[in-house]
């Protein structure tokens, strides 16, 4: 039936909960008239229209904080009602914490418990249940959804949030979904975006009609574009600040500007884009100190108070930065405020209330990828004038505001207009294997919003054939299945799956569990000589990967073995863990404590897949089992091996086919120079490093299951195909001594 506004709205100021059937509490009314006042509010009417209509698609725009992604969803939910149907609403979100915080908050809205009727699933964590009816949900999950239930038949409406971020999975799922909406008539897409350059989504969404023209008699088709709702922001006035100068290090510039704005300015809240964990954390720790001292040298001067947000971040503490901002020191003076220093999550996934002051350093962690030489990393880089001109909005939600650049003018002329969608800027061959699974197999006509680059296509293919998850006619594998089954990157699953014929299936799957993780150790910058000596007795002669399998083994012991997850919401749990250990050894529990997560979730993925599950043993200092666990992750990583070069008392590294020089990372626990590497990352921070290190035989490399990728016909000629020639001559003078023996034996 087709519900109205006002129909909704007697439902919600009602005393009954029809959820739950108990009377709805107090808060629920707080947040209610809340929610009342949001700019979505006052065109529920119009959106319900418009979804109502015969099109199946909806493209929805409206300014962050506007009140999409936490009320769009629920308006949906009184209009359709899917649990009459068994069938549920889902939101997707590109980041894992937007999920989590938003299916937190609108269980709070609802008035119900999170994970019964509203939850959230990300990558390892799904917080649903049999009552679920709204579900927020990473873009990356739903594309894996698919992969067992082709025509999302669970779900009545989805929800395409955030489009304008453009990530793989939201762009894969666009195509998807339009394949998926022609044979399914009654499914529903709301594609919601926060910035205005709607067009391009509403003419792909578009639907085609056919008419016959009466003079002609042919038959004329033309496409009609996908409807649009626009929810226009309350926003004030912007001022934008440059700096005179280039600046040298953005982060102290941060912090000085922070200082400078709770020492000068007028009442109001503080956010800062910063790139990731480490300086954030730095950041909070520099701004809490410098508060401290100014704050005991005066006594008027209002409390400041440090907030980190990023996705690492459990969600109790990422709920802190909703929290209000600390009250005046003394009777009548002036309020405290918050500063809160964020990802990019903060720039169009979160809205937090009460900012007035941005502080844009202009950079951003971002995916970078080169096909040629096959690496893809996380560089810090320049964001866009879009990214720029976002972030800047977050300052004039509730007044007018000020948002400081840390850079000049003439360099914000110089960004890129637009952020690059991630396809153009990621190794593909996950999102292929995906697809492939999902019955995607023509990727050169495939409906993409922004088709890949045909060499970065090539790539990924060439990358999974290598692998063996996809044949030679290019057919998905026995192994390429097993593949898929795994939410991991394609190399780490080929390690985890050549476990089980190395006998060492339980450690890899701890190893890819720890490197599926954050990383475990704690590494203060004031206390960086303990940290490195208590990391240093975990320490395994053989490298990074069997570290980290002692330190979890180790961990193990300490902590009770049905841990509860990571949502912070295990707190009894905490007390039978042995805090102390963690604290101690300089590791991070949580951290450890997901490891274990994953691993079990792992492990039932690779049984259910015909595994076979062994072990090497508990001592991992046996030959034998240092051996079968390196093998393991050479079979998966052998396109990121690396070999000395002399001389050697540098330590640098060339590493194969694309030669490029690189040294071990100085967090490794290989102190000596092995002749030939894997690694599980490359870095660039600017130098180039190879982080999480092993030794590992270069004949390993020739052995039939890596033929492909070194035969020596592909390489160019050059220091590292004579390398690998006389590895060549190496093995076959081997096999033919072999041969002798045996031959004289059998004389
Ligand atoms: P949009 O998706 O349009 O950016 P949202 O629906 O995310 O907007 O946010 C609407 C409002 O809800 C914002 O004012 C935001 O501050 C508030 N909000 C969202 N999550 C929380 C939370 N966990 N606690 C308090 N307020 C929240
Ligand atoms: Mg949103």
Redesign the pocket.
Known sequence: GRTTAAQAALLEDDDMNPYTGKPFSAQYKA?LA??KQ???HKQRQEFLDLVQKDDQFLVLV???????????PQFLLFDEQPQRQGKMIACTQPRRV?AM??A??VA?ELDVQLGEEVGYTIRFDDNTGPKTVLKYMTDGMLLREAMTDPQLSRYSTIIL??AHERTVATDILMGLIKQITKTRKDLRIVV?S?TLDSARFQSYFGIETTTVDAATGREVTATRDAPLLT?P?RTYPVEILYTQEPQESYLSSAVNAVMQIHQHEGEGDILCFLTGEDEIEDACRQVRARVGELMAADRSLPDLRALPLYSSLPVPQQ?KI?MPPPGPRTPGGPPGRKVIFSTNIAE??????GVVYVIDPGFCKQKVYNPRSRVESLLVSPISQASCNQRAGRAG?TRPGKCFRLFPESAFKSLIPQTIPEMQRSNLAATILQMFKVGIKDFVHFDFLDAPAPETLMRAFEMLNYLGAISDEGELTKVGMAMSEFPLDPQLTKALLMGPEYGCSEEMLTIVAMLSSPMCFVRPPDQRMEADRAKAKFDHEDGDHLTLCVVYNEALKHMGRNAKSDRGDGGDQGKQWDKDFFWQNYLNERSLRNAMRVRSQLSSILERCGYELNSVGEDLQTVKASRAIRRAITAGFFMQVAHLQQPVRKGNYMTVKDEQVVRIHPSSCMKHHPEWIVYHEFVMTPDFYARTVSPIEGKWLLSTKTNDYFDLATFREGPMRRELTQLVHLAQAEKASKARMKESDRK
């Not at 169009?348 to 209330?353: G, P, Q």
Request: net charge positive.
């Open positions: 947040i809340k929610r949001l700019p979505v409206g300014e962050t904080g506007s009140g999409k992604t936490t009320q769009i937007a915080s938003v937190k908050r709070e949030d955030e919601m926060a929810i922001g709920q909703f169009t996934s979160l809205t937090i209330d939600r």
